[in-house]
């Protein structure tokens, strides 16, 4: 059944409290001497800025399990990562020629700056990373890590044709490694590549990958076969995945991932369960927090809802939760709070950028519905050139509607929803757009069906545009017998 409710994963560790994750608090700075030798190799200089101050000191001898994860290719705990971080720096300022530990180092920056949205990590892992592909050479087979750990953080930073490269050289130099796979499947569908993710995906699966790893596998699948809208496998993988997890941290994100997949298909009950199993054996995790905001404010629990994505935001300052916290906001009229939130936006987009990280698909969408429509088309335009996967299709139409263009959006919402050359994701908010569009259009037929497409895949897929979507369906009335049956039979603009 599409609606189906899944059972959350047990805790692995339930004889253990849940832990709160937060970065290391320490400020260390790494300097290898010019002049000497070793410093030459590495070349020069590295610095390693002082972490957020919302970290925490490490679990003593918690660092051993972050390095068997960051080099399995699962999700570590933070102070887990942090104890790593630390590690591998003091290792290094003894042994500045150890490209594994480069490697490791420059990883593991990627994940912590990942889960806690601090772009600052970036450009420490870009340098770690690059100090050691200098050390070995790009070409040297044994340099793998380090050009994995550079598409880790291509992918970080939303620049998925980088992320492309720099994965297929480390598949390159080393087909059998696993965890490459996954990060370009990442970037084809970033690229919009989706038959290449599939046949990617096709490879991994046919890989001989031990248990350790085999759950990350199967969140991969997942992944995929949500993009092509096969819902039920998708769970499916994920409830294996989390059942057969090594570690909370591990089992906790693939719980969020279910819950994120309830959450798309409508089911606020069964999504909240999934979040809040995550929030058990993770509690620091930002995604599963914002998405509990989601699932209590379908819920009418507005209070609760307001919470969780404060505490969402004060682990992980993300635009988008930035977002969706405003528009929560506007939903129930307190557009002074929203406006904070929009302000807050700017803010992490800003600091984002000066990271690396290519935020115009979220600034798109938000300058689309609460600033510039026109401004939004500009940057999504250009977004498209760069890598025109599915979600920026539909941001580029509706960015392009709300500027007064609704015939050259329609085209975009129709690679958005295409179910077959396209991902064939099934998505509340695309099916939306495109119906309003149409609407725009005047072909009511399609955009009636299209609406409530919308709203059976999801009644609550959105605060602000759930209302729009069922007082636009409101106003388009019964259809008449005289409407066209099919989407593409076009009606004479009125």
């Known amino acids: 059944m599409e609606n189906e409710q899944s059972r959350p994963g047990t805790s692995l560790l339930a004889e253990q409290p849940p832990r709160r ?97 601090d772009a600052a990590d970036f450009p420490r892992a870009e340098r770690a990373l690059r100090t050691s592909l200098r050390v070995l050479g790009e070409d040297n087979p044994q340099s793998a890590p380090a050009l994995g750990g550079m598409a880790a953080l291509a992918n970080a930073r939303r620049d998925f044709a980088e992320a492309k490269r720099w994965g297929e050289q480390a598949l390159d130099a080393e087909p059998e490694r696993w965890s490459t796979y996954p990060l370009l499947i990442d970037a084809y569908t970033g690229l919009g590549d989706y038959k290449a993710a599939r046949e990617t995906l096709e490879k991994l699966m046919g890989l001989k990958v031990d248990a350790a790893r085999r759950p990350a596998v199967m969140a991969q699948a997942a992944a995929v076969y949500r993009d092509r809208g096969w819902r039920e496998d998708a769970a499916a993988q994920l409830a294996d995945a989390s059942a057969a997890a090594r570690t909370p941290t591990e089992q906790a994100a693939y719980l969020e991932q279910a819950g994120q997949l309830a959450w798309e298909r ?110 939004a088309v500009q940057r999504l335009e250009a977004e498209w050139e760069r890598q025109p996967g599915i979600e920026v299709a539909d941001a580029l139409g509706w960015a392009l509607n709300r500027a007064g263009d609704a015939e050259k959006a329609l085209e975009y919402a129709e690679i958005a929803t295409d179910k077959v050359n396209g991902g064939g994701v099934r998505s509340a908010l695309y099916a939306f757009h495109r119906g309003m569009i149409e609407r725009e259009l005047e072909l009511d037929g399609p955009a009636r069906r299209h609406l409530e497409e919308a709203l059976r895949i999801s009644p609550y897929f959105s605060p602000l545009q759930v209302p729009a979507a069922r007082a636009a369906l409101r106003e388009l009335g019964e259809p008449s017998t005289e409407e066209p049956l099919f989407d593409d039979a076009k009606a004479p603009r009125r």
């Open 266 to 375: 409508g089911d606020r009950e069964d999504a909240l369960r999934h979040f809040e199993a995550a929030l058990r054996l993770d509690p620091g995790q930002a995604a599963a927090l914002a998405g509990r905001g989601r699932a209590f404010a379908a819920l009418g629990r507005t209070q609760d809802a307001l919470n969780a994505y404060q505490e969402a935001l004060a682990n992980q300052p993300s635009p988008q939760y930035a977002l969706e916290l405003g528009e929560l906001y506007e939903s129930l009229g307190q557009r002074p709070e929203a406006r904070v939130q929009y302000d807050l936006l700017r803010v992490r987009v800003a600091q984002d950028t000066a990271g690396g990280v290519d935020d115009e698909l979220v600034l798109g969408r938000f300058e689309a519905d609460h600033g510039n429509p026109q401004d």
């Open 21 to 117: 994750s937060r970065r290391l608090r320490r400020a260390l700075i790494v300097s290898v001497a010019a002049g000497v030798a070793a410093g030459a190799a590495v070349g020069g200089v590295l610095m390693l800025l002082p972490s957020s101050p919302r970290a925490r000191p490490p679990v003593p001898g918690s660092g051993p399990h972050a390095l068997t994860a960051v080099n399995a290719g699962v999700p570590a705990a933070l102070p887990d990562l942090a104890a790593l971080i630390g590690q591998q720096e003091r290792h290094l300022r003894r042994h500045p020629q150890d490209a594994p530990a480069w490697a490791v180092l420059g990883t593991s920056y990627v994940e912590q700056g990942r889960r806690t949205a």
